[in-house]
């Protein structure tokens, strides 16, 4: 039997669903390189500690990191990315020289995605930005924005974790602005772009909006949700039924594993053999669900 050539995963929990295994198949497939992408699906901090001595004994070669852990990863490494540390979180962990370092493909990924769907012009053009949420997903949009010269209105049921955004952010002339998740605060919003950063509306609580019920969107906003199954969420059905440009996680989701894979093999990913394979797995996780 050949001995694998790159030895990556994913840690986080639970993993059952992830389809990161599907877009790193299609990634080694077409470079034709080999390797495999093992699920890790840990809990505890010992864990994460034995983890991370492998990657440095280069047993693995590469990590994706994902819910619980972006965030206390950080503090078993040796270093991390600019953009990681302004975000304060890392999805993805590599070796350099001795050095276990931590970098954020997020942001990057939804940056790249952001363009493809509403264009250059749009994103570098600022406006008022409106992110649903305050998590880890969150702090990668945030920054995106912010750095594009948006001004940003953070909604978060939990204020100290929005607050906690900002007070990270504050070491630059950033405007954040928080308000209530609710109904009053949403409908007062003349928003040029909405974010959905929250699960609700995920696989598989589809019937859920994030957005309240009967409140019409902004005009003119556009509409960006994360969320990449289901690939349609009522979220964004209603602000297309409204006629509002919108763009689903999809894209970001590519992007993110495409610039991790570039880090780890020095390859660049084939992104149309990634989504054929995604939108593969997304239709095969749809039946099994029916
Ligand atoms: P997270 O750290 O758990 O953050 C989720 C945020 O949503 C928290 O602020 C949470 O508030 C809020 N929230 C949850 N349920 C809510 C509700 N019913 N009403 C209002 N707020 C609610 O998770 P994450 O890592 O940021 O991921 C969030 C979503 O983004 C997931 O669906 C994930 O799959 C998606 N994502 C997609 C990509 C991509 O590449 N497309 C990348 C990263 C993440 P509480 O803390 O109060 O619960």
């Not at 969150?138 to 955004?165: C, P």
Request: hydrophobic share 35%.
């Amino acid at each position: 039997m050949s001995k694998a050539k790159y030895n990556l995963g994913l840690i986080g929990y639970p993993l059952s669903h992830s389809l990161s295994p599907t877009l790193h198949k299609a990634c080694f497939d077409s470079c034709q390189l080999e390797g495999q992408y093992h699920l890790y699906p840990i809990k505890g901090e010992a864990a994460l500690e034995s983890i991370c001595t492998q990657m440095r004994e280069g047993l693995i070669h590469g990590l994706n990191v994902t819910i619980p852990h972006k965030i206390n990863i950080i503090r078993y490494l040796d270093e991390i990315t600019t953009s990681a540390n302004m975000i304060g979180a890392a999805n993805t962990l590599y070796m350099k020289d001795d050095h276990l370092m931590g970098h954020n493909t997020d942001f990057e990924g939804f940056y790249q995605d952001l363009i493809s769907g509403f264009g250059y012009e749009f994103v570098s053009g600022g406006g008022n930005g409106l992110i649903l949420g305050a998590g880890g997903a969150a702090r990668a949009v945030a920054y995106v924005l912010l750095e594009s010269g948006w001004n940003l209105t953070i909604a978060a049921r939990r204020f100290t974790q929005a607050k906690q955004i900002r007070k990270d952010f504050s070491n630059k002339q950033y405007k954040i602005n928080i308000i209530e998740f609710s109904r009053d605060e949403l409908l007062k919003q003349s928003s040029d772009l909405i974010v959905n950063t929250t699960p609700v509306g995920m696989h598989p609580e589809v019937d859920y909006s994030p957005w309240p019920l009967g409140l019409k969107f902004p005009s003119g906003t556009k509409v960006y949700d994360l969320i990449y199954n289901p690939t349609e969420t009522k979220f964004l059905r209603k602000a297309k039924f409204e006629g509002i440009d919108t763009r689903n996680g999809v894209g970001m989701l590519i992007k993110q594993a495409a610039y991790a894979f570039h880090i780890w093999t020095g390859h660049l990913a084939p992104q149309k053999a990634m989504t054929k394979a995604l939108y593969q797995a997304l239709l095969d996780s749809e039946r099994n669900y029916k």
